[in-house]
């Protein structure tokens, strides 16, 4: 009891950190989950000019997509994708190509948009600024080769992106970020590894290193609202309960579009932890959830996450994130440590990573097993001694 007050005491004061600004965090840093369909699903239910009712954006099942989008003319999908291009690049069951095809369109209406704002002189320059800059986001989106899986450009933004060919991919990875991911930090240039592009890209040149012949994709997915700072969303389950239902269908949309030989492995950084742990009860059996930088995946230990999951953790020693009380009180906290003896998954080494965001950074032995996790490589994974307590 004593641990736990001690730690209670700890997340408000996480909470409260600059004493007076406490408020202002709690009003102004508290996002607002999206669990709607995007832009133009009203008008694609109403949409009867192809003779027969399009699927529901927001009750469809990922199986059914696939099946209407593999019954359709090449006209037919031509206009779908032109006229709805938020509503088709969003749909989970869609072939990724037309996702792809139909998200160029989107975020360049995305581009067009803020560049018309950044242009306004009725607009503060505050205003402006900001356009400019979800302009220039977008453009970056619409570089030669990209592959954008997901788009929409609600609140601060959210995108995935696929690196590798996820239609024949033999072996599929789904990095699952954390606080403050966003179209904005997507990807950020000069610390990749600080955003959900990079630390994908790290990891899909890792598997393609170790296994050259392995037919592997990684989708950084940023199809959540994120925590934004140390206010109250980090250390409450809501945003990853407005999450998790996104994700199930993203894995089942992957498992009607694609050729994998296995399930996609998540890999699942800091609060992107407490998603994959909400989501675990309803994810197919045999996937493997892979945590670090975890503050807890919301549970008291792996048994509660079902049976469907096999759960590998690592935390390297300086990352700050293990200085955050492990427990739950009163709807605070992320519950356990995943990385402790109590837990009960599988603890995998980090050596020669540094801080919460260093775990895939080119030789450290995290990098090298999340290749192997993401491969099915498991003889070959470096395990690590757990953590005493929780």
Same mark, same amino acid.
């Given at each position: ?54 699927? *529901?954006? &927001?009750?469809?099942?990922? #199986?059914?997509? /696939?099946?209407?989008?593999?019954? @359709?003319? %090449?006209?037919?999908?031509? =206009? ?106 997507? *990807?950020? &240039?000069?610390?990749?590894? #600080?955003?959900? /592009?990079?630390?994908?890209?790290? @990891?899909? %040149?890792?598997?393609?290193? =170790? ?180």
């Amino acid at each position: 009891m004593k641990r736990a007050a001690m730690g209670l005491f700890a997340t408000v004061a996480v909470l409260a950190d600059t004493g007076a600004a406490a408020a202002q965090a709690a009003a102004g840093s508290e996002q607002i989950a999206i669990t709607t369909p995007p832009a133009g699903s009203a008008q694609w239910v109403a949409d009867r000019s192809l003779g027969r009712v399009l699927p *529901d954006p &927001a009750t469809a099942a990922p #199986r059914d997509v /696939a099946a209407f989008f593999a019954s @359709l003319t %090449e006209g037919d999908v031509d =206009r779908l994708v032109t006229g709805y291009p938020l509503v088709v690049g969003n749909l989970d069951g869609v072939p990724p190509e037309l996702r792809y095809r139909a998200n160029r369109l989107a975020v360049a209406a995305e581009r067009d948009r803020a560049r018309t704002q950044a242009a306004d002189p009725k607009l503060t320059h505050a205003a402006r600024a900001l356009a400019q800059a979800r302009a220039n986001d977008s453009d970056h989106l619409l570089e030669r080769g990209r592959q954008i899986l997901a788009f929409d450009p609600r609140g601060r933004g959210l995108v995935s992106e696929v690196y590798g060919d996820l239609a024949s991919a033999q072996r599929v990875s789904v990095l699952v970020p954390g606080s403050e991911a966003d179209l904005g930090h997507f *990807d950020q &240039a000069a610390e990749p590894l #600080r955003s959900p /592009a990079g630390m994908a890209r790290a @990891l899909y %040149e890792e598997e393609k290193r =170790r296994a050259s012949g392995t037919r592997t994709a990684v989708i950084a997915w940023t199809g959540y609202v994120t925590p934004v700072g140390l206010g109250p969303d980090a250390v409450t389950s809501r945003l990853a309960e407005a999450a998790a239902p996104r994700l199930e269908r993203l894995l089942d949309g992957l498992a009607v579009t694609g050729r994998t030989d296995a399930p996609p492995t998540l890999f699942c950084h800091s609060y992107g932890s407490v998603v994959c742990g909400t989501a675990a009860p309803a994810i197919h059996n045999g996937t493997d959830v892979v945590v670090f930088g975890s503050p807890g995946m919301g549970v008291p230990d792996a048994s509660a996450l079902g049976t469907g999951v096999r759960v590998w953790a690592t935390r390297n020693p300086s990352d700050w994130i293990g200085n955050v009380p492990y427990l739950e009180v009163g709807g605070l906290g992320h519950g356990a440590d995943p990385t402790s003896a109590a837990f009960g998954s599988v603890v995998i080494s980090s050596a020669g990573a540094s801080g919460h965001n260093g775990y895939l950074s080119p030789e450290t032995a995290s990098l090298r097993n999340f290749a192997e996790l993401g491969l099915g490589h498991y003889d070959d994974v470096r395990t690590a001694a757990r953590r005493d307590g929780g």
